[in-house]
């Protein structure tokens, strides 16, 4: 009987990368839709994407994004919520056209 593939350490080291190492591209990809705080983020993610990222990690990830100027922040009660910029715009839309490139390299 062959082994299953899809549970290989190859690919779960595949899936790890695309996702949780490259946590800014969901939250920018959610963002771009509309604002949200960090915990309805996580919930949004695990809900469209099918992994859910710590909470830490989200934070860590948004407070960079931020530092950068890929997304903002706006207080709203006792939450912050959160914004992509024209920089994470473009950010992103860059990172579509790398992973596009990839994709054709690798599979056509």
Same mark, same amino acid.
């Given at each position: &009987?062959?082994? %299953?593939? #899809?549970?290989?350490?190859? &690919?779960?080291?595949?899936?790890?990368?695309?996702?949780? %190492?490259? $946590?800014? !591209? +969901?939250?920018?990809? !959610? $963002?771009?839709?509309?604002? &949200?705080?960090?915990? *309805?983020?996580?919930? @949004? !993610?695990?809900?469209?994407?099918?992994?859910?990222?710590?909470?830490?990690? *989200? +934070?860590?990830?948004? +407070? =960079?994004?931020?530092?950068?100027?890929?997304? #903002? #922040? $706006?207080?709203?009660?006792?939450?912050?919520? +959160?914004? !992509?910029?024209?920089?994470?715009?473009?950010? $992103?839309?860059?990172?579509? =056209? @790398?992973?596009?490139? =990839?994709? =054709? &390299?690798?599979?056509?």
């Amino acid at each position: &009987m062959a082994a %299953d593939i #899809s549970k290989s350490r190859e &690919m779960e080291r595949l899936r790890k990368k695309l996702t949780v %190492d490259l $946590l800014w !591209i +969901y939250l920018l990809g !959610i $963002l771009r839709k509309e604002p &949200m705080h960090a915990y *309805a983020l996580r919930s @949004e !993610i695990e809900k469209r994407f099918g992994f859910l990222p710590g909470n830490v990690s *989200a +934070y860590v990830v948004l +407070y =960079k994004l931020q530092s950068r100027g890929f997304v #903002s #922040s $706006l207080q709203k009660g006792n939450r912050t919520v +959160y914004s !992509i910029t024209q920089k994470g715009k473009e950010l $992103l839309k860059e990172a579509e =056209k @790398e992973f596009s490139a =990839k994709q =054709k &390299m690798l599979f056509k």
